[in-house]
């Protein structure tokens, strides 16, 4: 069992910057992964794998948003750059084992309760 706690959402102005934080509890031995809602549809925006060696990234954010993790501290980071309005959404973390699915929300096992991102224009 995995527990993951986002944080670090707030309110910031197109070209703006924050950083998400997810920690874990539990034994996490999974890549991990960054999602958005709006309405329904759960987004896929940015994994990491589990040595932090393999990343991946939705075509929106790349070259914006950097993945990182710290398996020392349990942590996982999601450095978000020259914000814009469309990225205002409830961002979540999930903990998954196939990396080979990594955009699918489904395939997720973990997911925390998410943080709100809010961008202005």
Known sequence: ???????????????????????????????????????????????????????????SVKGRFTISRDNANNMMYLQMNSLRPEDTAVYYCAAGSRWSAVTRADEYNYWGQGTQVTVSS
């Open 1 to 59: 069992q995995v527990q993951l706690v986002e944080s670090g959402g707030g309110l910031v102005q197109t070209g703006g910057s924050l950083r998400l934080s997810c920690a874990a509890s539990g034994r996490n031995s999974y890549h991990m992964g960054w999602f958005r809602q709006v309405w329904k549809e759960r987004e896929f925006v940015a994994a990491v794998s589990w040595s932090g060696a393999s990343t991946y990234f939705a075509d």
